[in-house]
C-alpha cells in the first residue's frame, strides 16, 4: 500500500529507496515464514484462537510502523507485521476446507484468495491518493483503523470451523456436564508436546517429499516475485517514463486487479464444473488433478503477456496497450493460483493449512528477494530484456499443469506419505 510513497519514504528517512524496497522484502518473506509455524499451530489449537492473537498484534503493529523514526525501525517492524498478518494463508485455504464439500469449494476459494492479490494491486491506488494528500505515515494509521475494525469484528462474530477442535471442545462439554468416557474418531491424544513437534514438521515434509507440490510451489514463486518486482516498478515505469503522477501510477494498478476481477467471476467457478464433470466421467472417484485443467489458461496467459508488457514498455508504446497486458497476467495469476491451491486442499485434506503454507514458503521467499534485485537488473538489461526473464522462467514451467494432470495421480501414489 506504501508503494507509491517509496521516494517520499526515502527522503523522510533519509535514506535510498531499494534500501525501502527491503520493508517490502521483509513482510513479504515472512508471508512464507509465518504459515510454516500458524498453519500446524491452527491443526493443534484451532483456527479462531489462531485468527483473533494474529490480527490484534498485527493491528497494534501498525502504530510503531506509522511512528518510524528511521528506516531500520521501519523494515523492522513491517517484518514482525509480515508474520503475523500471514495468519490469513495460513488458515484461510484450510477454513474454506473446513466449511465447504469438494464440488463446491474452488468458487468460494476464488474470492478469497482476492485478498492476498487484490491487496497488492489496490493497496498502492489507495496508497497513492494518501500518500501524496496526506503523507507516508497516514497510509499506516488509515490501515490501524481499518485493522482494529476488523479485529473487533472477529471477536463478535468468527466461529470455529476446524472439526477436530470443535468435536474436542463437545468432548469436554460432555464430560463436564455428563461424565462418562467420550471419545471421537481421528482424535489425537497424543501430549502437546508430541503434537506440536510433530505438527511443526508437518508444511516442510509436504514441500519437499512431494514433488508436485515442490514444482507448483516454484511456479507460483515465480509468478510471485514477478507480480512484486513489477508493482516495486511502476513508479519507475509509468511515473519517471511516462510522466504520470503519484495517483495515476496508483490507478495503473487496476490492470492487474481487474484482471483478478474477471478471473474470479468468469473462470474461476469453472473449476468446480470441470472437477465434477471429470468426477462423473470417472465413476464418481474424484482426483485432485481434476483441479488443474484450467490452469493451462494460466500456463499460456502469464508468459505471453508479460513479453508483450516487457517489449511494450521498452519501445515507449501508448500507456492502454501496456496496461491491458497487466491485465491478462491478472488474469494467468488468479487462475493459476486457485487451480493450485485446490489442488493442495483436494491432496491433503485434514491437513489443508500446512499444504497451502508448504506452497506458501517459496511463493513468498521468492517474491520478497527477488524485487530487491529487480532493479539492478532493469538498469543493466532495459525493461524488455529485464522483464523477459521473468517471462522465459514462466514459460518454462508452463507444462507442468498439463504433466500433472496426466500423471500426478501416479507420482501422488509412488510418494505417498504419513501426515
Not at 511515473?239 to 486487479?257: A, E, H, K, R, W
Not at 488474469?331 to 491437513?351: E, H, L, P, R
Amino acid at each position: 500500500m506504501f508503494t507509491p510513497g517509496i521516494d517520499q519514504i526515502a527522503e523522510d528517512l533519509k535514506t535510498t529507496e531499494n534500501v525501502v524496497i527491503g520493508a517490502t522484502t521483509g513482510f513479504v518473506v515472512m508471508l512464507g515464514v509465518g504459515p510454516l509455524v500458524l498453519a500446524p499451530l491452527s491443526e493443534t489449537f484451532g483456527r479462531r484462537k489462531l485468527y483473533m492473537v494474529c490480527f490484534t498484534i498485527f493491528t497494534l503493529l501498525q502504530v510503531p510502523t506509522a511512528l518510524s523514526p528511521n528506516v531500520e525501525t521501519l523494515i523492522a517492524v513491517r517484518t514482525i507485521s509480515g508474520f503475523f498478518g500471514s495468519v490469513g494463508i495460513a488458515n484461510g485455504g484450510g477454513t474454506i476446507s473446513d466449511m465447504f464439500h469438494p464440488h463446491e469449494r474452488a468458487g468460494v476459494f476464488g474470492w478469497y484468495l482476492l485478498g492476498p492479490l487484490l491487496g497488492p494491486a489496490l493497496g498502492p491506488l489507495f496508497g497513492g491518493i494518501i500518500v501524496q494528500d496526506l503523507g507516508w505515515r497516514w497510509v499506516f494509521w488509515i490501515l490501524t483503523i481499518i485493522c482494529g475494525i476488523n479485529t473487533l469484528f472477529g471477536f463478535v462474530f468468527l466461529k470455529e470451523t476446524y472439526a477436530p477442535i470443535i468435536l474436542s471442545q463437545r468432548k469436554d462439554y460432555y464430560n463436564r456436564n455428563k461424565p462418562g468416557h467420550y471419545h471421537f474418531k481421528g482424535e489425537d491424544d497424543r501430549p502437546l508436546k508430541a503434537k506440536l513437534g510433530h505438527s511443526m514438521l508437518r508444511p516442510l515434509k509436504i514441500l519437499f517429499t512431494q514433488p508436485i507440490v515442490f514444482t507448483m510451489a516454484t511456479y507460483q514463486a515465480i509468478i510471485f516475485a514477478t507480480m512484486y518486482s513489477l508493482y516495486t516498478n511502476f513508479q519507475d515505469i509509468w511515473g519517471d517514463g511516462y510522466g504520470f503522477s503519484t495517483t495515476q501510477v496508483g490507478l495503473m494498478y487496476l490492470g492487474p486487479g481487474l484482471g483478478f476481477l474477471v478471473a474470479v467471476w468468469f473462470i474461476i467457478p469453472r473449476i468446480d464444473t470441470v472437477y465434477n464433470h471429470l468426477t462423473e466421467m470417472n465413476d464418481g472417484e474424484a482426483e485432485p488433478e481434476f483441479r488443474l485443467p484450467l490452469a493451462n489458461i494460466g500456463a499460456v496467459l502469464i508468459p505471453l503477456s508479460l513479453f508483450a508488457f516487457a517489449w511494450m514498455v521498452q519501445f515507449h508504446v501508448h500507456w492502454f496497450p501496456t496496461i491491458l497486458s497487466t491485465f491478462f497476467f491478472g488474469i494467468g495469476q488468479v487462475t493459476i493460483f486457485n487451480t493450485v491451491q485446490n489442488y493442495y486442499i483436494d491432496s491433503f485434506s485434514q491437513y489443508a493449512a500446512s499444504a497451502i503454507a508448504a506452497g506458501a514458503v517459496f511463493r513468498s521467499f521468492f517474491g520478497g528477494v527477488v524485487p530487491l534485485a529487480a532493479p539492478t537488473i532493469f538498469e543493466k538489461l532495459g525493461w524488455g530484456w529485464g522483464l523477459s526473464i521473468f517471462g522465459f522462467t514462466s514459460l518454462a514451467l508452463s507444462p507442468s499443469p498439463l504433466l500433472f494432470f496426466y500423471f500426478g495421480e501416479k507420482i501422488r501414489t509412488r510418494y505417498a506419505i504419513e501426515l
